[in-house]
């Protein structure tokens, strides 16, 4: 077979799968139009309640004579443009009263709507979101998912998703199958012990696994059948909510030791076992467990940990734009000075993943590595760590500074974050503290000695009041020549002269959904380190030379759907060139490994779901 023809019969096979797949209570997705019909097997108000076959006002006459909705709807038949101008019309009545952007007081109103819609026609909720993905993307995930979750009792109303719980240890294996959909590619779990920077949420962080499955599902094109929120209730420690009333999780503290990780490896068993190609994303788990349970799974099962590893490759390739925006050579890179506020598994992922980076650029030996590690100060809530600290983590350890070196810069044990960059006047400072304002006047003013002739500030944490620091505050003292980049959006900053401060957002969006995307189409029996280094220096080198130079050193969410389809590319490769590719669907390993680059690109295309209403016919059980 010719490698056209064998990539023909993938896309075609796919949608057949797709056809495949209906025999169940599932539907399909199709990505064109006037393909093959889906087969329901209900009728009447239990399609217009299901929000995987509901068409609402777009439902035909014929259709609805088929599906005996006659009735049941207003006469006028719509168009899906007609639906989506309706709904839009509904939704911009919020911004007559609201501000733009982040700060935007109707975040939440936007949010209840967007929701609403979400429950009752899945394929316009994803229409809506990817054609106005710069708009919405802060409304159904960061910032506004933070402010969702610190509300979730409040705003619940139709379940989403599926909450395992420490009270139904010994059961996950069975209640697993009660989960519809009998395929499932990707789940996102977290145990609500750390959303954001908004501490422990407990019960109602299912939210983030919300959010971030909406960004699989809009920049991915993961069939929204297919992918699984999860929320494992192990308790909490959050004092207020274990006294709410109202609160929907289990009212007492967390497990922790051995009782912890025992629910944890049977959810992780239940849904492997009943879906052994499902991958599982890990999300905003305090930091004293992700490191742990990425140890314990990520050679065994198709797993990562978003925040460690996905916000280390975002943070990789913001540092290496950061390099090149100074007009100097890539090669340059391990010679850059990082400051980084924050020790915890965000903080401590960047610093381990970079050092790597700088490792492979300078030979990629021991030595290499040894001497990479030098090019970190890390600073946490006491100050910075040093070999002196006391019950020091053993994960920060390896970036602890030498007594020696410290007393030679004029620092010690526990140094504030101000005398950090005045004396290491670094090119580089990153915040992953969840600290609002952190990077003060007096730092940033500190940061002015900085050695780069274009001082980067990475001010990563979310939500936007947990910002280290505004674009405002960096460009107001560094001057027009600051690299900027945020976590949650802020806008471009206009300094005068028609000069404009370039607001970047560096967040792990822009990673985790191709990651998922090329493990779910190579088929990798694991997540290697290779991949997500891929994945990193694919985004570094979507930014063209002369973005960088203007300090833009992220692309625009709007291109968020291309890059993921880069990103995922880069992945597979990756996977087959490291043979962990096993394949996916009718495309077995050895026909990947023939791809070519481009042919690569093709095959992510053509498997990318895309909103459009398939034709629906109905057949009796
Ligand atoms: N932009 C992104 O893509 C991205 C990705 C992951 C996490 N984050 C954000 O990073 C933040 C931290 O996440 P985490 O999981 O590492 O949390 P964490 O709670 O594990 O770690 C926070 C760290 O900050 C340190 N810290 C607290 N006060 C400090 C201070 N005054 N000065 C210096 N350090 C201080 C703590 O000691 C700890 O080491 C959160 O706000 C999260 O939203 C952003
Ligand atoms: O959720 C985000 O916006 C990024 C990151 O995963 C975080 O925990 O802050
Ligand atoms: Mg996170």
Redesign the pocket.
């Known amino acids: 077979m010719t490698l056209s023809s064998s990539l023909r019969r993938s896309s075609l096979v796919h949608r057949l799968g797709s056809v495949a797949a209906q025999a169940g209570p599932s539907r399909p997705f199709t990505t064109s139009e006037g393909s093959r019909p889906s087969i329901v097997h209900k009728r009447s108000l239990d399609i217009l309640h299901d929000p995987w076959f509901n068409k609402g006002t777009a439902f035909s006459m014929t259709e609805r004579d088929r599906l005996d909705l006659r009735g049941l709807l207003p006469p006028n038949v719509m168009t899906t443009q007609q639906q989506i101008d309706r709904f839009m019309v509904d939704l911009k009545r919020f911004e007559l009263h609201a501000r733009d952007g982040p700060s935007d007081t109707n975040a939440l109103a936007k949010w209840r709507i967007l929701n609403r819609l979400h429950d009752r026609n899945e394929t316009m909720y994803y229409k809506v979101l990817i054609d106005n993905i710069e708009e919405y993307a802060p409304i159904v ?2 910032p506004t998912v933070g402010l969702v979750c610190q509300n979730y009792s409040g705003l619940f109303r139709r379940p989403r998703g599926m909450y395992f719980s420490a009270e139904d240890r010994g059961e996950m294996m069975s209640m697993v199958y009660n989960w519809p959909a009998e395929q499932v590619d990707m789940i996102v779990v977290t145990d609500g012990s750390r959303i ?2 908004l501490g422990d949420l407990g019960v109602q962080g299912i939210g ?1 696994s919300i959010g ?1 499955l909406d960004l699989y599902v809009a920049a991915a094109g993961i069939n929204p059948q297919r992918v699984l929120p999860v929320m494992v209730d192990v308790g909490t420690n959050n004092e207020k909510l274990l006294k709410d009333p109202l609160y929907l999780g289990l009212q007492q503290h967390r497990l922790d030791g051995e009782d912890y990780l025992s629910v944890i490896d049977e959810f992780m068993e239940a849904v492997f076992t009943r879906w052994p190609h499902v991958i599982v994303q890990f ?2 788990f305090q930091s004293k467990w992700a490191f742990k349970l990425l140890q314990r799974y990520r050679n065994t099962y198709r797993m990562f940990n ?2 460690v590893q ?2 280390a490759g975002v943070a990789i390739a913001g540092l290496l734009g950061a390099v090149r925006a100074q007009g100097r050579p890539i090669i340059d890179f391990p010679k850059q000075k990082i400051v980084v506020a924050g020790a915890g598994s ?1 903080g401590l992922g960047v610093v381990n993943a970079t050092r790597k980076t700088m490792a492979r650029m300078l030979g990629n030996n021991e030595s290499a590595f040894a001497s990479a590690r030098s090019q970190f100060w890390l600073v946490d809530a006491k100050g910075l760590i040093t070999e002196e600290r006391p019950d020091i983590d053993p994960d920060a350890l390896p970036f602890a500074r030498k007594l020696r070196d410290v007393a030679h810069q004029g620092l010690r044990e526990g140094a504030s974050l101000v005398e950090v960059v005045s004396k290491v006047k670094p090119d580089v400072l990153l915040g992953l503290s969840a600290v609002g304002g952190l990077f003060s006047k007096e730092v940033l003013e500190a940061l002015k000695h900085s050695s780069s002739t274009r001082p980067a500030v990475f001010a990563m944490s ?1 939500p936007t009041k947990n910002a280290e620091c505004t674009p405002e505050e960096a460009f107001s003292i560094l001057g027009e020549n600051a690299i900027f980049a945020s ?2 959006p802020f806008s471009d900053v206009n300094l005068g002269d028609g000069k404009i401060g370039h607001c970047n957002q560096g ?3 822009y990673l985790f959904p191709g990651i998922g995307l090329g493990t779910l189409l190579s088929g990798a029996r694991v997540v290697s380190d290779g991949m997500l280094q891929a994945a990193a220096e694919c985004l570094a080198a979507y930014m063209k030379e002369e973005e960088v130079l203007k300090g833009i050193v992220y692309p625009s969410i709007s291109s968020i759907r291309d890059i993921t389809k880069e990103v995922a590319t880069a992945v597979i490769r990756e996977a087959v060139a490291e043979d962990l590719a096993e394949g996916y669907r009718d495309m077995d390993a050895q026909e990947l490994q023939r791809l070519d680059k481009e042919e690569t690109l093709e095959y992510v295309k053509n498997n990318m779901w895309s909103p459009v209403y398939p034709t629906l016919v109905y057949r009796k059980d």
């Open positions: 995930y960061t954001l920077g983030i971030k999300e905003d978003d925040d996905g916000t965000a979310n976590g949650s967040n792990n969006m």
